[in-house]
């Protein structure tokens, strides 16, 4: 009795791992679609052979015999003929799935993501042809192909999506290309693959899928430069950003800070996450990143600031997260 229950709630727990927003298993788009229902024919097809072998491992072990299961021909049937034909139809009904979305299509949407250690640099062409910076998010319009050229600033990273496509290694040198589409909105969550050094694990992202024109709206608004902060607290963090040098690794367009370093922080406000999804975009969590982001992502590039006080550390805050 208690052992079926723990089985039970084994089975329950694990199958609650297989939806939401990273699982392969609740697929957004036709690449990760096709992937999925290839997962489960290899599961169904495994457990109908799994069965059939156990079923005659006991006649085999049983009582009475039977002749046939001692004959050559059932070697060569079932041991020879049944794998190769079955084998060689997987691979037939696989291949085509690794081209998944080989098609070039001139209408796609084009992005380029920069894997660096252990963010996600992205970069959209703007209305006007100018490239539009931002980073560990990606915004696409649900159901236009999108093209997503794939680099490296430094080591291999791999760009993984599970709801939208299969992963695609971004290697120094090269760039590589994905092509998906999302066929209904929402937001997935995409993961570094491919270790690439410390805060590899804390290396993730999100993929939000928009109605084209909330998208169209999107990139314009992402195009635009930062806005102004109005209030006095969002004002004086402005100044204390600018003073303090975070402009030598960041990014804010409309201000003198052209850094190339770290992420672009001039829609920070905008995203849902911070840090490549290590934090919750919110004041209080920008806050605690400034001072103590190595003790939040060990390793990662930028340093921790232990010199503002709380009230400092508040006024950036206020401005950084009003970046929107
Ligand atoms: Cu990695």
Redesign the pocket.
Known sequence: MTTARVLIAGIALSMAGCSGVQSVLSPAGAEAGRIAAFFWVLVGGGGIILAAVIALTGLALGRRRHRWLQSESLVLWGGLAFPTVVLSGLLVFSLPLMRAGAVADRQALRIEVVGER?WWRVVYSGTDGRPVELANELVIPVGRSVEIALRSADVI??FWVPRLAGKLDMIPGRTNSLRLVADQPGISRGQ?A???GGA?AL?SFHVVALEPAAFEAWLARQAAPAMTPSEPQAEAGRALFIASGCGACHTVRGTGAAGRIGPDLTHLGSRHSLAAATLPNDAPSIARWIRDNQHIKPENLMPPFAIFSAAELDQLAAYLAGLK
């Open positions: 252990w990273h791999s570094c491919e270790y690439c590899h290396m």
